[in-house]
């Protein structure tokens, strides 16, 4: 009967909230590693995707997406090869934050005036990078720096 089918509509949409679009803000996870959605944002000086992250050389880049006009907050699960060293975060060349190692964890806030009118930012990492063995004995050449399992982006409350 179509009077009882639009009945039971009516109920199950009784404690339904739609929020309109131009309130809700957009978030991003981006995940690293062989499952992990990241590699299409991945520029230059990234190593091949390995289970649960990936491990960065002394210089990559990043391609953030960015598409609100507001300041944002990028969080980083990572984790420094050498615990001695650390690694500077920039967005679009400027300097956000440096990455010590006291914290597989970080957020940062970036201000809005540091983005650019585009989608899209350059996110960098920079950092002094170690050879993962340096006697060579395992025949691993790479040099590494930062190894990162996600980035979160949210924009600022």
Same mark, same amino acid.
Request: glycine share 8%; hydrophobic share 35%; charged share 25%.
């Given at each position: 009967?179509?009077?009882?089918?639009?009945?039971?509509?009516?109920?199950?949409?009784?404690?339904?909230?739609?929020?309109?679009?131009?309130?809700?803000?957009?978030?991003?996870?981006?995940?690293?590693?062989?499952?992990?959605?990241?590699?299409?944002?991945?520029?230059?000086?990234?190593?091949?995707?390995?289970?649960?992250?990936?491990?960065?050389?002394?210089?990559?880049?990043?391609?953030?997406?960015?598409? %609100? #006009?507001? &300041?944002?907050? !990028?969080?980083?699960?990572? @984790?420094?090869?050498?615990?001695? +060293?650390?690694?500077?975060?920039?967005?679009?060349?400027?300097?956000?934050?440096?990455?010590?190692?006291?914290?597989?964890?970080?957020?940062?806030?970036?201000?809005?005036?540091?983005?650019?009118?585009?989608?899209?930012?350059?996110?960098?990492?920079?950092?002094?990078?170690?050879?993962?063995?340096?006697?060579? %004995? #395992?025949? &691993?050449?790479? !040099?590494?720096?930062?190894? @990162?399992?996600?980035?979160?982006? +949210?924009?600022?409350?």
């Amino acid at each position: 009967n179509g009077k009882d089918d639009m009945e039971r509509i009516s109920l199950a949409l009784g404690s339904l909230c739609i929020e309109e679009m131009s309130e809700r803000r957009a978030r991003s996870q981006y995940t690293f590693g062989e499952r992990g959605n990241a590699d299409q944002y991945l520029l230059s000086g990234w190593h091949e995707s390995e289970p649960g992250g990936n491990w960065a050389s002394e210089h990559a880049e990043f391609l953030l997406v960015a598409k %609100e #006009n507001c &300041d944002y907050e !990028i969080t980083l699960n990572y @984790l420094l090869y050498d615990s001695l +060293n650390h690694t500077d975060v920039y967005i679009n060349g400027m300097k956000i934050g440096t990455l010590d190692g006291s914290a597989p964890v970080l957020t940062l806030r970036v201000s809005k005036n540091l983005l650019t009118e585009e989608n899209y930012q350059l996110l960098e990492f920079k950092t002094q990078g170690v050879s993962q063995t340096p006697s060579n %004995e #395992n025949g &691993d050449v790479r !040099i590494v720096g930062i190894w @990162l399992s996600s980035i979160t982006v +949210n924009p600022a409350e």
